[in-house]
C-alpha cells in the first residue's frame, strides 16, 4: 500500500483551508507563549534594569547610580567576593567530583552505582539548611573541631566567614559537576586511551593529556551552573552572617530601603551580567574545538581492574568524599531529633517534640509548598512541550527566539527576577483588593518561570526521540493536528515531560531567593521560607532542621515515584502495548 504524502493531499478540496488552520493554531500557540514570557519573564528583568539607570526622583536616564554603586567601598568588596567564593566553590567542587566521576567511570570495582547515587544527594536539600548543620558539625565550636581540639589541640577555620560560604556551596553544587563530567567520562572512546597507552602515556600523564581534555564539554557545563548557581545565591550567605556578598546587599537595599532604591536594581544589573557572561564563557571555552570520538564508550579497553591496595586507597579516597558531602543530611537529621545541641560533639538529648511543632503549627508551609511547586512543574512542562514542539517541528518565524528567551531564564537570578515583579507589579490593584505582586499565585509563576529552562530541556530532548514519521502517519488516516500531538506525541514523550515536571517540582520546592522577595504574610510562605525564618534564632533551629527533613523526603519521594512511573512505562509490556 503506497502511502499518502502532503504532496498528494494538496490536491484535495479543504487542504488549503486545513493548512492554514493548522498554521493559524501555531501561530496562535506561540503568541500566547511570548505574551507569557513577556509578561513574567522580559518585562521584569527590562524594569529592573531601566530602574538601574533612572534617577529616582525625575526618572530621566543617568549613570548617576552606577557611579554610587562603583565609589562604594561596601559595594566593590561585595562584588570581588561574590566573585571569590564563586571561582573558589568552582575550584573544590571539582575537587570533591573529579575523583567520584573517574574512579566510578574508568575502574570496576563493587558499589560504582550507588556511589553515583549519594553523590547526587547533596542537590536534593537547599544549600541554607545544610549551612546551619554544617557549622554544628564543622564550626569553631563544631563536632570535628571539638574533637580536634581534645585529641590533638588544633581548630581549623572551615566555617569562618567566606571560607563558610565556600565550603557549604561547594557541597552543595559539586553534583553538577558531577553528573556532567561522568557522562562525558563514559562516552569517550576508549580505544583513544588505549592510543595512547601505546604511545607511552599512563597514569595521571594519561588524564592530563588525553582523558580530561577529551571529557572537558561536560565538566565546563557543570562548573559553568556551579559558577551561576553560587554567584546568584542568597539564603546561604546570610544564614551564615555574611551580609558582604552581591545577592545578600540587593536584598538588603530593597528589603531596608524600598523598591525605589537604584542601587539595589544596579547590584541586580551586575548579577545578570555575571550569570550571562559565565554561561557565554562555558559556551567560547568549547567553540570551534573538536571533542568527538569514533565510538561513545567503546573501543578496546574495559575498566580497568584494581589490585588490592588500589582498592582500599580507592574506597578511603570515596568514603571521606561522601562523608563530607553527606554529613550536612547527618548534621540535620540529628538536629531536628536534638534537645541541645552546642558546645558538644552531639546533641545532649533526643525529641520528637521539633516535628510535633511543625506538623501542628507549620502544616500551612507543606500545602503551600506542595501547591507552589507542583503548578511551577505543570508552567515548566506544558511551556516546555509546547516550546519543543513549535521550534522542531513548525516552520513559526521566531520560534529560536521563544527558545532563546526561555532559557535566558537561567541567567536570571531569583532575587532579580522577585525585584522585577515588586517594581513592575506593585502598583496594580487586584479587582478583591491587594496589589498583584503580593498575589500568591506570582510566587508559583515566579518557580515555574526559573525552573523553565530545566524542564524545557528535558521536553526537548524527548521530543528528538519521537520520528516525525509517526505524526505522519497519524494525519494519513485522518486525524488532525490537535489530536495528533494529544495522542500520539505527548503520550511517547512521557518519559521527558515527567523528568521536566520532577525537576522543576523538586528545584521549586527548595527555591528561596524569588520567594523572600515576594512573601508577603506567612499564610502564604512556602516549606523554604519557612525553614529560613526558623533558623534565624537559635530556638528555632531545631523545628527548622525538621522542616529540612521534611524537604528532603518531599522531594526524594517525588523522584523515587516518578523512577517508578518510568521504569513501569519503559518495561516490555507496557511498551508493546504503546506499539
Given at each position: 500500500?503506497?502511502?499518502?504524502?502532503?504532496?498528494d493531499?494538496?490536491?484535495?478540496?479543504?487542504?488549503?483551508?486545513?493548512?492554514?488552520?493548522?498554521?493559524?493554531?501555531?501561530?496562535?500557540?506561540?503568541?500566547?507563549?511570548?505574551?507569557?514570557?513577556?509578561?513574567f519573564?522580559?518585562?521584569?528583568?527590562?524594569?529592573?534594569?531601566?530602574?538601574?539607570?533612572?534617577?529616582?526622583?525625575?526618572?530621566?536616564?543617568?549613570?548617576?547610580?552606577?557611579?554610587?554603586?562603583?565609589?562604594?567601598?561596601?559595594?566593590?568588596?561585595?562584588?570581588?567576593?561574590?566573585?571569590?567564593?564563586?571561582?573558589?566553590?568552582?575550584?573544590?567542587?571539582?575537587?570533591?567530583?573529579?575523583?567520584?566521576?573517574?574512579?566510578?567511570?574508568?575502574?570496576?570495582?563493587?558499589?560504582?552505582v550507588?556511589?553515583?547515587?549519594?553523590?547526587?544527594?547533596?542537590?536534593?536539600?537547599?544549600?541554607?539548611?545544610?549551612?546551619?548543620?554544617?557549622?554544628?558539625?564543622?564550626?569553631?565550636?563544631?563536632?570535628?573541631?571539638?574533637?580536634?581540639?581534645?585529641?590533638?589541640g588544633?581548630?581549623?577555620?572551615?566555617?569562618?566567614?567566606?571560607?563558610?560560604?565556600?565550603?557549604?556551596?561547594?557541597?552543595?553544587?559539586?553534583?553538577?559537576?558531577?553528573?556532567?563530567?561522568?557522562?562525558?567520562?563514559?562516552?569517550?572512546?576508549?580505544?583513544?586511551?588505549?592510543?595512547?597507552?601505546?604511545?607511552?602515556?599512563?597514569?595521571?600523564?594519561?588524564?592530563?593529556?588525553?582523558?580530561?581534555?577529551?571529557?572537558?564539554?561536560?565538566?565546563?557545563?557543570?562548573?559553568?551552573?556551579?559558577?551561576?548557581?553560587?554567584?546568584?545565591?542568597?539564603?546561604?550567605?546570610?544564614?551564615?552572617?555574611?551580609?558582604?556578598?552581591?545577592?545578600?546587599?540587593?536584598?538588603?537595599?530593597?528589603?531596608?530601603?524600598?523598591?525605589?532604591?537604584?542601587?539595589?536594581?544596579?547590584?541586580?544589573?551586575?548579577?545578570?551580567?555575571?550569570?550571562?557572561?559565565?554561561?557565554?564563557?562555558?559556551?567560547?571555552?568549547?567553540?570551534?574545538?573538536?571533542?568527538?570520538?569514533?565510538?561513545?564508550?567503546?573501543?578496546?579497553?574495559?575498566?580497568?581492574?584494581?589490585?588490592?591496595?588500589?582498592?582500599?586507597?580507592?574506597?578511603?579516597?570515596?568514603?571521606?568524599?561522601?562523608?563530607?558531602?553527606?554529613?550536612?543530611?547527618?548534621?540535620?537529621?540529628?538536629?531536628?531529633?536534638?534537645?541541645?545541641?552546642?558546645?558538644?560533639?552531639?546533641?545532649?538529648?533526643?525529641?520528637?517534640?521539633?516535628?510535633?511543632?511543625?506538623?501542628g503549627?507549620?502544616?500551612?508551609l507543606?500545602?503551600?509548598?506542595?501547591?507552589?511547586?507542583?503548578?511551577?512543574?505543570?508552567?515548566?512542562?506544558?511551556?516546555?512541550?509546547?516550546?519543543?514542539?513549535?521550534?522542531?517541528?513548525?516552520?513559526?518565524?521566531?520560534?529560536?527566539?521563544?527558545?532563546?528567551?526561555?532559557?535566558?531564564?537561567?541567567?536570571?537570578?531569583?532575587?532579580?527576577?522577585?525585584?522585577?515583579?515588586?517594581r513592575?507589579?506593585?502598583?496594580?490593584?487586584?479587582?478583591?483588593?491587594?496589589?498583584?505582586?503580593?498575589?500568591?499565585?506570582?510566587?508559583?509563576?515566579?518557580?515555574?518561570?526559573?525552573?523553565l529552562?530545566?524542564?524545557?530541556?528535558?521536553?526537548?530532548?524527548?521530543?528528538?526521540?519521537?520520528?516525525?514519521?509517526?505524526?505522519?502517519?497519524?494525519?494519513?488516516?485522518?486525524?488532525?493536528?490537535?489530536?495528533?500531538?494529544?495522542?500520539?506525541?505527548?503520550?511517547?514523550?512521557?518519559?521527558?515531560?515527567?523528568?521536566?515536571?520532577?525537576?522543576?517540582?523538586?528545584?521549586?520546592?527548595?527555591?528561596?531567593?524569588?520567594?523572600?522577595?515576594?512573601?508577603?504574610?506567612?499564610?502564604?510562605?512556602?516549606?523554604?521560607?519557612g525553614?529560613?525564618?526558623?533558623?534565624?534564632?537559635p530556638?528555632?533551629?531545631?523545628?527548622?532542621?525538621?522542616?529540612?527533613?521534611?524537604?528532603?523526603?518531599?522531594?526524594?519521594i517525588?523522584?523515587?515515584?516518578?523512577?517508578?512511573?518510568?521504569?513501569?512505562?519503559?518495561?516490555?509490556?507496557?511498551?508493546?502495548?504503546?506499539?
Amino acid at each position: 500500500m503506497s502511502s499518502i504524502t502532503k504532496t498528494d493531499l494538496a490536491d484535495r478540496p479543504g487542504f488549503a483551508t486545513w493548512l492554514g488552520g493548522v498554521a493559524f493554531g501555531q501561530y496562535a500557540a506561540a503568541g500566547l507563549i511570548a505574551l507569557f514570557l513577556l509578561a513574567f519573564l522580559v518585562v521584569p528583568v527590562l524594569t529592573v534594569i531601566m530602574a538601574a539607570f533612572q534617577d529616582k526622583h525625575s526618572g530621566a536616564f543617568t549613570l548617576i547610580n552606577v557611579y554610587d554603586f562603583l565609589r562604594n567601598e561596601l559595594f566593590l568588596r561585595s562584588f570581588w567576593n561574590s566573585l571569590y567564593v564563586s571561582l573558589m566553590s568552582v575550584l573544590w567542587a571539582t575537587v570533591l567530583a573529579l575523583p567520584l566521576a573517574y574512579i566510578t567511570t574508568r575502574f570496576a570495582f563493587r558499589g560504582a552505582v550507588m556511589i553515583q547515587t549519594l553523590g547526587i544527594i547533596p542537590l536534593i536539600m537547599p544549600p541554607f539548611a545544610g549551612a546551619i548543620a554544617m557549622q554544628l558539625l564543622f564550626g569553631r565550636n563544631g563536632t570535628v573541631n571539638l574533637l580536634l581540639g581534645d585529641w590533638f589541640g588544633i581548630n581549623i577555620p572551615l566555617m569562618e566567614g567566606l571560607n563558610g560560604v565556600i565550603f557549604v556551596q561547594a557541597v552543595h553544587y559539586f553534583p553538577f559537576i558531577l553528573i556532567n563530567l561522568s557522562t562525558s567520562l563514559r562516552n569517550i572512546d576508549r580505544a583513544m586511551e588505549e592510543a595512547a597507552q601505546n604511545l607511552g602515556a599512563h597514569g595521571f600523564r594519561l588524564f592530563r593529556k588525553v582523558v580530561f581534555p577529551l571529557a572537558m564539554p561536560g565538566y565546563i557545563a557543570g562548573a559553568s551552573l556551579v559558577f551561576v548557581k553560587v554567584f546568584d545565591d542568597l539564603a546561604t550567605p546570610l544564614l551564615l552572617n555574611v551580609q558582604d556578598m552581591l545577592a545578600p546587599q540587593a536584598f538588603l537595599r530593597i528589603t531596608s530601603i524600598g523598591i525605589a532604591d537604584p542601587i539595589g536594581y544596579v547590584i541586580a544589573v551586575v548579577l545578570i551580567l555575571f550569570s550571562v557572561f559565565a554561561l557565554w564563557l562555558a559556551s567560547f571555552a568549547t567553540r570551534g574545538k573538536d571533542y568527538a570520538t569514533i565510538q561513545r564508550g567503546g573501543g578496546g579497553l574495559s575498566k580497568r581492574q584494581m589490585t588490592r591496595l588500589d582498592a582500599v586507597f580507592a574506597y578511603g579516597v570515596i568514603g571521606f568524599i561522601l562523608a563530607i558531602v553527606l554529613a550536612p543530611h547527618l548534621g540535620l537529621l540529628l538536629l531536628s531529633f536534638a534537645t541541645i545541641w552546642s558546645y558538644a560533639p552531639l546533641p545532649d538529648g533526643f525529641t520528637l517534640a521539633h516535628y510535633r511543632t511543625i506538623f501542628g503549627e507549620s502544616s500551612q508551609l507543606i500545602t503551600n509548598t506542595l501547591i507552589y511547586a507542583t503548578l511551577a512543574g505543570i508552567i515548566g512542562v506544558c511551556l516546555g512541550t509546547a516550546i519543543s514542539y513549535i521550534v522542531a517541528r513548525t516552520k513559526v518565524i521566531g520560534a529560536r527566539w521563544l527558545d532563546f528567551i526561555a532559557m535566558s531564564a537561567l541567567a536570571v537570578p531569583g532575587v532579580v527576577l522577585g525585584m522585577g515583579y515588586l517594581r513592575t507589579y506593585y502598583a496594580i490593584e487586584l479587582p478583591w483588593g491587594g496589589s498583584l505582586a503580593a498575589f500568591w499565585g506570582m510566587i508559583a509563576i515566579a518557580l515555574g518561570v526559573r525552573r523553565l529552562p530545566y524542564a524545557l530541556r528535558a521536553c526537548s530532548a524527548a521530543l528528538q526521540q519521537v520520528s516525525v514519521s509517526l505524526e505522519e502517519a497519524a494525519e494519513n488516516v485522518g486525524a488532525t493536528k490537535a489530536r495528533t500531538i494529544r495522542r500520539v506525541v505527548v503520550p511517547l514523550m512521557t518519559g521527558g515531560i515527567v523528568a521536566g515536571f520532577v525537576t522543576s517540582f523538586a528545584t521549586a520546592a527548595v527555591e528561596l531567593s524569588a520567594t523572600m522577595m515576594l512573601v508577603q504574610s506567612t499564610a502564604d510562605a512556602p516549606l523554604a521560607y519557612g525553614l529560613y525564618v526558623f533558623m534565624q534564632s537559635p530556638a528555632g533551629r531545631g523545628a527548622g532542621a525538621a522542616l529540612g527533613v521534611l524537604a528532603v523526603v518531599i522531594v526524594g519521594i517525588c523522584t523515587y515515584l516518578s523512577h517508578v512511573y518510568l521504569e513501569r512505562r519503559s518495561a516490555p509490556g507496557r511498551r508493546e502495548e504503546a506499539a
